[in-house]
Structures are given as structure tokens and as C-alpha cells.
């Protein structure tokens, strides 16, 4: 077990390059220049823009830039921000809780209706509720999420008034973050109604973020249901005498839930990337928001930043859904 | 009166106005204490039909039958639940693959406390005393140590073992092995055998043993029960099935057997591949197969009949000599092989 752990950690580290390879290299291929646009409209003279290039070591060769970052990286250094001249990692760590709040719901709300939903499919195969759930989630999965994101701030903020537009709370309540997490902070608040306020807020972008995931588990879901049903040992366990609900839900889904728990730890990366969407589209104050604040000031030190943090959380939670499998499945249980 | 009781047994599966069925209209009864063999080859609805009797048939298959009974109650009216008491209780079921019987997922001592904990209740302590016993009894070596072992870490012999110790632990009075032995090496199969007899001796279970090893049910099996694409051939004590078949079908399946092929050259088989549900010819199951089917025989289906007190299901039953009977000159026109 330790022995994999390691060698999965390993596996991590060229990734690792990878991503800050890729990151540095690519921003620098959009068009715009950070120093421009931190002047402004008004401009900057050349001799200032002289300096200011050389401040920020922009006079250097890239390749010698890649390195200052690396080694800066190794140090445990994002670098500052150019618009807010704070390190990257403060901002990182103060915005990430609104962010992994999203996200954590997201993914919830994908698996609490995306695993009933698929087994529900595969135990009704061929049925109205087999094509209902499946037509479904394939509209789901096609649905771009800024358009759905729309349509339902549309449909249930706009017209019927049931949920808020944007933020993570009202503007009526105001405390100190403790956690970061509104859930948990509006509770500690002791003041009443925040804690409905906060959730009513988080609704919607749950949603808009969770459909897709949501899509993908109940397909997954239901066809490795309908696999494992056809196995001779759901028909041992029902020669037991067992109800027909033990068999599904004890016998079946644990087989089941072996492939489903893969596309989980592959749908995180998804639902960050549309974090970046939701979060544009609900004023969600996270990671997602502020990377695309960055990208439109040219900030390359955020950007980066931002990206590799994201990069490394991917990482860390395949890393963790892979040693969930030993949990599920004792026939990958890791030995040596 | 008999422990199970199969009457006029049908399972159809498709569609309502173009059924397959893969059994039709079978007959049994199983009596405590007696093991009843059921023959045939791969496709012949042994393993449906023993499926129908324990409840696993699903939509769309459709299970009829004229009489199911055990023990006196009627399997078929009963609601689901109530019968799901007896399923796994009194009438328990051992399948063909070991490996891939056992739920991967759950340690041995799990999946045989599991059936316990249904229908005997009782506290952990007890079900976990109960295993320990089970495990002995059908001799499974060390079995402290693998009460908490995975299926993947036992082997086909140890993982058949398990499976009769699931089968076994809430005392079946009805025993369905559906071949057992079948995905096992060779000298396994004769421990299992021998396993599976001796529980049936020692608690007087009714043991239904189906197969395709006339070997095996020749010297396990009171009666014999021969079935061909779905039908009864025919059935009768063992012992006088095997010194006399009356059915041609059965008449093959023995010669069939490899030491009966002494002073042959090849081993004797029995051409073509049991009928499947496209190609059911119109009359006899078997004439296309039958060394001595004639005109009658392709174009009109036999009945079961009574032929010296065996029932057979053939218009020319054999007589002693294995020779048909009720043939008369204008119908043979059957060729003898």
C-alpha cells in the first residue's frame, strides 16, 4: 500500500513539469502585454516601460524566465500578482474555499442523482423510465454550461423569483470567514436566516455545475449495472432468497460503483474547468472567477498560479479515487 | 406425498404470439432422500427449468405450470415474499462456475452469513459459529483462515466448496445442483460429488443432480429423467435406464460414452447440435438426429407415453434388445445406422 502510494507520487512529478511547461509557455502566446495593460489607457513612456520590463524580468530570455519561476515554484513561490502586487498563494487560499464549496456540492448533487438515476435505468431496461433517464442525461451532457446556467437564472431567479442571481450570500449578512465555507460560516454566524441565504445562493450554480457529472455517472452507472446484473453471483444471491432490493443495492451496486467511482475522479477535473464558467456566470467569488479576471489583465503570475494549483488538486483526488478502488474492490487491494 | 412436485412445467421466453420454449411441459417429483438425475446435452432446458423451480426466471420469460408444489404448498400462487422464505431455506440451489458465483466483493464468511442472517437470525456470534461448522463440514482445510478470504483467493475445488456450504447452511430439505462439477478439474470433481452425496445422506435431502455426465448420475441418481430441447425423453430408475434404454435418444447418449466405444475406432457421437429456437423441426424433436425416425416421426410430434413402466416420449420405444418397437413394414423406412 505505502509502496504504491509512493510510486503513484512519483508518478505525479513529471506531471508536475508538465503543467508549469505548458502553462508558461502558453500564456505567453496570447496576444497582449501585462506591463500595457497595467498602464492603462493612458499609456506608459519608453523608458518607463524600460524599466518596468526589467522590473518584472520580462527583459530576460523566456527560457531564463521558465527557470527564475521554477526554481521560485520549488520555493513554495507563486510569485505576486501584478494588479494586486499580493502573492498569488494568499489570494489562492483566501478565494479556494468558495470554490471547493461549489465544487463538493456539484459533485453531491451529481452522484446523489446520477447513481439512483443510472440504477434505477438498468433495473427498468428497455422501460418509459430507462428512456426518460437516459434521453435526459444525454440533453444534460450536451448542454453547455453557461447556456443552462442562463436558462435556469432565467427560468427560477427571473421569472418565478425562487432563487437569487448571483453571489454566495446576501448582502444583508455580514461575519468574519472562519472556514471560508459560506455553509459552515453562516451557521457559526449564529445569525439567523444566513444559513438559508447561503444555501438558496448555492442552488442554482450546484446545478449548472452538476449536470454534466451528473449526465456522465448515470450512463456510467447504468451500464455497469446492467453488466454486473447479468453476473452469475447476483443470481447466487438471489437463489439466497434475498429481496430483490438487497440484491441490487448490496450485491449488484458494489460491483457496480467500481467504474463509476473512475468517472468521478475524472468528472473533478470537468467540474473545475466549469467552475470557471459557473462562477463567471453566478459572480461566484472563487478560483474560477479570479483565473478569469487574470487572463483578461494578462496577469501572468496568477494565471500560472492558478492553474498549477488546479492542476494539483486534479492529481491528488485521481490519486485518491485510486485508492478507493482497494476499498471497493478487494481484488485490487495494493500489497508489497 | 413427493417433496417437489413439477407438473406439466413450461418456460417460454420472446415474444406472446412466437414463444421459444425452453421447457416444455416437464414432469418430476422429487421425493426426501432420493436424488433424482437429470441428462441431457448443452441446450436441453435442464438448467431452466430448475432455474423456474427456484423463482429465478425473469421477465420476459413466462413460467406456467399445471402444478409446482413443495411440500405440499403451491410455489406459483404463492406471493414473492413468502416464497423468497422458502428460496435459499429449504430449496437451495448450486450452480455451474464456482468462480464466478461467489460475489467478489465479500469475504467467504460474509456471503455464507448472509443467507443465514435472512432466514435464521440469530446474533453474529452464532452465524459466525454456524460457518465455522459449515465450512467443516465440507471440507474446506483451515477454515478460521478463510472465513475472511476473497473469492479471488481461492481456487475453482475450494470456491465449489463454499458455494454447498452457502447452499447448505440453513438445512435445505431440497437440493438443486446444476452441474457442479462441470467447471472443475477432474480430480475434483469426484470429491465434490462425493461431498454433495454424503450431505444428501446425512440429512436426507431431496437432491435434484443435473448434468451431462451419465457416468456420474449411473452411480449417484434413483431415477433418471432424460430431456432433450426443452422435453422429457424419458425417465424411469436408473439402474433400468441404463440396462435398457427405451428411447433412441437415450439409447445414443450411452453409446455415447466413451467405454462403450471399446473395439471402435473413433468414438460414437450423436450427429447435429440439439434444435434451437429457429430451427424446431415440425414433427419429433429428435427425428432429425434419430437413427430410426421415419415419415411419422418428421411430420407429427410424440406424446409421453407409458411403455413397461417407464415414461417415454417416442412412437417406436426400444425393447430389450434396443431394437424398436411398433414399427410395421410401411412405415420403416427409417435407415439403421
Not at chain 2, 187 to 205: F, N, P
Amino acid at each position: 500500500m505505502l509502496g504504491f502510494l509512493f510510486r503513484r507520487l512519483g508518478d505525479i512529478i513529471p506531471t508536475f513539469f508538465g503543467v508549469t511547461l505548458l502553462v508558461f509557455f502558453l500564456i505567453r502566446l496570447i496576444p497582449g502585454d501585462p506591463i500595457l495593460m497595467m498602464a492603462g489607457e493612458r499609456g506608459v513612456d519608453a523608458v518607463r516601460y524600460a524599466e518596468l520590463k526589467a522590473q518584472y524580468g520580462f527583459d530576460q530570455p523566456v527560457i531564463v524566465q521558465y527557470f527564475d519561476y521554477l526554481i521560485g515554484v520549488f520555493q513554495g513561490d507563486l510569485g505576486k500578482s501584478f494588479v494586486t502586487k499580493k502573492p498569488v498563494i494568499d489570494e489562492f487560499l483566501t478565494l479556494f474555499p468558495a470554490t471547493v464549496e461549489l465544487a463538493t456540492m456539484g459533485i453531491l448533487f451529481a452522484v446523489i442523482f446520477g447513481i439512483p438515476f443510472g440504477v434505477l435505468a438498468a433495473i427498468h431496461r428497455g422501460k418509459w423510465i430507462d428512456h426518460l433517464t437516459m434521453s435526459l442525461s444525454l440533453t444534460g451532457y450536451s448542454m453547455p454550461i453557461f447556456w443552462w446556467a442562463l436558462l435556469l437564472i432565467m427560468f427560477f431567479s427571473t421569472t418565478l423569483g425562487w432563487t437569487p442571481i448571483s453571489g454566495r450570500i446576501s448582502v444583508m449578512y455580514f461575519f468574519e470567514p472562519v472556514t471560508g465555507f459560506m455553509l459552515i460560516d453562516s451557521l457559526l454566524s449564529g445569525e439567523k436566516g444566513a444559513f438559508a441565504s447561503a444555501f438558496s445562493h448555492l442552488i442554482l450554480p450546484t446545478v449548472a455545475l452538476g449536470t454534466i457529472p451528473m449526465a456522465v455517472i448515470a450512463r456510467m452507472t447504468r451500464s455497469s449495472m446492467l453488466e454486473v446484473l447479468g453476473e452469475e453471483y447476483i443470481r447466487v444471491a438471489r437463489a439466497k432468497g434475498l429481496a430483490p432490493m438487497r440484491v441490487i443495492m448490496v450485491h449488484a451496486l458494489r460491483n457496480a460503483l467500481i467504474p463509476v467511482i473512475t468517472v468521478i475522479g475524472l468528472q473533478v477535473g470537468v467540474l473545475l474547468a466549469g467552475a470557471i464558467l459557473t462562477e463567471t456566470i453566478f459572480s461566484w467569488p472563487g478560483i474560477g472567477k479570479w483565473i478569469i479576471e487574470a487572463m483578461n489583465r494578462r496577469d501572468y503570475p496568477t494565471i500560472q498560479g492558478g492553474i498549477l494549483m488546479i492542476a494539483f488538486l486534479v492529481m491528488a483526488v485521481n490519486l485518491i479515487v485510486d485508492l478507493l478502488y482497494g476499498i471497493i474492490n478487494p481484488r485490487i487491494r495494493y500489497k508489497r | 406425498m413427493a417433496l417437489l412436485e413439477v407438473k406439466n412445467l413450461t418456460v417460454e421466453f420472446g415474444s406472446e404470439d412466437k414463444p421459444f420454449r425452453a421447457v416444455d411441459s416437464v414432469s418430476y417429483s422429487v421425493d426426501r432422500g432420493e436424488v433424482l438425475g437429470i441428462v441431457g446435452e448443452s441446450g436441453s432446458g435442464k438448467s431452466v427449468s430448475s432455474l423456474a423451480v427456484m423463482g429465478l426466471i425473469d421477465f420476459p420469460g413466462r413460467v406456467t405450470a399445471d402444478a409446482l408444489t413443495f411440500d405440499g404448498q403451491d410455489l406459483i400462487t404463492m406471493p414473492a415474499k413468502r416464497r423468497r422464505e422458502i428460496t435459499g431455506k429449504d430449496i437451495a440451489m448450486i450452480f455451474q462456475d464456482p468462480m464466478s458465483a461467489l460475489n467478489p466483493c465479500f469475504t467467504v464468511e460474509a456471503q455464507i452469513m448472509e443467507a443465514l442472517k435472512v432466514h435464521e437470525g440469530g446474533n453474529k456470534k452464532q452465524r459466525r459459529e454456524r460457518t465455522l461448522d459449515l465450512l467443516n463440514q465440507v471440507g474446506i482445510p483451515d477454515p478460521k483462515s478463510r472465513m475472511t478470504a476473497y473469492p479471488h483467493q481461492l481456487s475453482g475445488g475450494m470456491s465449489q466448496r463454499i458455494v454447498i456450504a452457502m447452499a447448505i447452511a440453513c438445512n435445505p430439505r431440497l437440493l438443486i445442483a446444476d452441474e457442479p462439477t462441470t467447471a472443475l478439474d477432474v480430480t475434483i470433481q469426484a470429491q465434490i460429488i462425493d461431498l454433495l452425496l454424503k450431505l444428501q445422506e446425512d440429512s436426507d435431502m431431496g437432491l435434484i443432480l443435473i448434468t451431462h455426465d451419465l457416468a456420474l448420475v449411473s452411480e449417484a441418481a434413483n431415477r433418471i429423467q432424460v430431456m432433450y430441447a426443452g422435453q422429457l425423453f424419458e425417465s424411469g430408475p436408473a439402474d433400468s435406464i441404463f440396462a435398457a434404454p427405451r428411447h433412441p435418444y437415450t439409447q445414443a447418449l450411452l453409446e455415447a460414452l466413451p467405454e462403450r466405444s471399446e473395439g471402435h475406432d473413433r468414438l460414437r457421437t450423436i450427429p447435429g447440435v440439439v434444435p434451437g429456437q429457429y430451427d424446431r423441426p415440425q414433427g419429433c424433436l429428435l427425428a432429425p438426429r434419430c437413427r430410426y425416425a421415419n415419415d411419422h416421426c418428421v411430420k407429427s410430434r410424440p406424446e409421453v407415453t407409458d411403455f413397461n413402466g417407464r415414461d417415454v416420449r417416442c412412437f417406436y420405444p426400444l425393447n430389450d434388445q434396443g431394437q424398436p418397437t411398433g414399427l410395421t413394414a410401411d412405415t420403416t423406412t427409417g435407415e439403421t445406422v
